[in-house]
T-cell receptor, first 112, second 112 residues
Framework: SQQGEEDPQALSIQEGENATMNCSYK?????LQWYRQNSGRGLVHLILIRSNEREKHSGRLRVTLDTSKKSSSLLITASRAADTASYFCATESGGSNYKLTFGKGTLLTVNP | KAGVTQTPRYLIKTRGQQVTLSCSPI?????VSWYQQTPGQGLQFLFE???????NKGNFPGRFSGRQFSNSRSEMNVSTLELGDSALYLC???????????FGPGTRLTVL
């Protein structure tokens, strides 16, 4: 079953614009991670935000987490054509039965 | 340091056959997780292995099995293949359970 649900499912923007993707989840989590996947390839870890953090930055990425609303957002600033990919949020839960539960992803297309 | 490697990268099988996929984790990583990715269901957790023991299992039928060897390499097996098993199978390794996961490029399985 899916824990995270990304919104929107697809997003198309021009180079230089900012892209915002949202993720909502249902149950309590330990941490939340964002991954990127280029066209049917493996996933690349982008950023992890802990449940006691509200905001985190990494380069052009900014992630927020609102545990009261069970939601997170990923902002990519000054987008580039190379940012075209699918982006997934993944929630960590389970304690000793640790596992990642992924959403269905947002397909981001950055047009040159 | 070499990344996670998966073999084969592509595989075509027919219904009823069985298949074995292989994953070599990053050197020093002891935990290996497997995921199935399909357009309909997205990324779903299959199982996790640590120290040659299955620690956690997703909601998949018994046709899906796996194992881990003493050198941390892992294999997953799918018996009596069905058309719906066509998917990208991703392997991820981490130092230990609960640590950041690094994904391989995946094995794309097509069942005809």
């Amino acid at each position: 079953s899916q824990q995270g649900e990304e919104d929107p499912q697809a997003l198309s923007i021009q180079e230089g614009e900012n892209a915002t993707m949202n993720c909502s989840y249902k149950t309590s989590i330990n941490n939340l991670q964002w991954y990127r996947q280029n066209s049917g390839r493996g996933l690349v870890h982008l950023i992890l935000i802990r449940s006691n953090e509200r905001e985190k930055h990494s380069g052009r990425l900014r992630v927020t987490l609102d545990t009261s609303k069970k939601s997170s957002s990923l902002l990519i600033t000054a987008s580039r054509a190379a940012d075209t990919a699918s982006y997934f949020c993944a929630t960590e839960s389970g304690g000793s039965n640790y596992k990642l539960t992924f959403g269905k992803g947002t397909l981001l297309t950055v047009n040159p | 340091k070499a990344g996670v490697t998966q073999t084969p990268r592509y595989l075509i099988k027919t219904r009823g056959q069985q298949v074995t996929l292989s994953c070599s984790p990053i050197s020093g990583h002891r935990s290996v997780s497997w995921y199935q990715q399909t357009p309909g269901q997205g990324l779903q957790f299959l199982f996790e292995y640590f120290s040659e023991t299955q620690r956690n299992k997703g909601n998949f039928p018994g046709r899906f099995s796996g194992r881990q060897f003493s050198n941390s390499r892992s294999e997953m097996n799918v018996s009596t293949l069905e058309l719906g098993d066509s998917a990208l199978y991703l392997c991820a390794s981490s130092l230990d359970p609960g640590h950041e996961q690094f994904f391989g490029p995946g094995t794309r399985l097509t069942v005809l």
